[in-house]
């Protein structure tokens, strides 16, 4: 079974600057894909952004890139400019391509943004 | 464009009483649909998912069922509640399609609080 790692209960950063949020998974496959989700304080699930395994190329939304190393199976989220409403709880996920359906989740970091 | 309603936000509920949480997807056909839960400050744990009217798939052997009486709509019960069943549940969608990355698009949660 897969399973996905999050080792950062909390992270902080001060606002207008740039934070890692680290993610380890274990899978035995090799066609999958990985994603950042985001929960505020309201506890609704919003997608930050998305990873597809085949793709070499880093996925980036506008402040909001990953850094994919399939080989050491890390996906990590970089946060540039922090601003105060990045503040809340991070899980990284990750999803077969071939075999099922559902969403594997971290743990979850919780990140706080100093102004 | 595809939204999900999930209700009720809140619930308080005696040990023992029954549950009934609902869960109901506009614009899209035949979405693949989950059931998950979060406890506070804690990762998400999936309970059910479905691929189609009548087929739930457990993941954890609980004080939980699901039903799926309609394509669009996704329903998580209990005869009786346990006080261990508090916590945060989410329901959430996505496309059906292996090999597409489709991301889960999430309801806005239910508190459940068992006294």
């Known amino acids: 079974a897969q399973t996905v790692t999050q080792s950062q209960p909390e992270m902080s950063v001060q606002e207008a600057e740039t934070v890692t949020l680290s993610c380890t998974y274990d899978t035995s496959e090799s066609d999958y894909y990985l994603f950042w989700y985001k929960q505020p304080p309201s506890r609704q699930m919003i997608l930050v952004i998305r990873?597809?395994?085949?793709?070499?190329q880093n996925a980036t939304e506008n402040r909001f890139s990953v850094n994919f190393q399939k080989a050491a199976k890390s996906f990590s989220l970089k946060i540039s400019d922090s601003q105060l409403g990045d503040a809340a709880m991070y899980f990284c996920a990750y999803r077969s391509a071939t075999s099922g359906s559902r969403l594997t989740f971290g743990e979850g970091t919780q990140l706080t943004v100093n102004p | 464009s595809q939204t999900i309603h999930q209700w009720p936000a809140t619930l308080v509920q005696p040990v023992g009483s029954p549950l009934s949480l609902e869960c109901t997807v506009e614009?899209?056909?035949?979405?693949?649909l989950y059931w998950y839960r979060q406890a506070a400050g804690r990762g998400l744990q999936l309970l059910f998912y479905s691929v189609g009217i009548g087929q739930i798939s457990s993941e954890v052997p609980q004080n939980l069922s699901a039903s799926r009486p309609q394509d669009r709509q996704f329903i998580l019960s209990s005869k009786k509640l346990l006080l261990s069943d508090s916590g945060f549940y989410l329901c959430?969608?996505?496309?059906?399609?292996?090999?597409?990355?489709?991301?889960?698009?999430f309801g806005n949660g239910t508190r459940l609080t068992v006294t």
């Open positions: 614009g899209t056909s035949n979405p693949n």
């Open positions: 959430a969608w996505s496309r059906v399609r292996l090999g597409v990355n489709s991301p889960l698009h």
């Open positions: 990873q597809e395994a085949y793709k070499q």
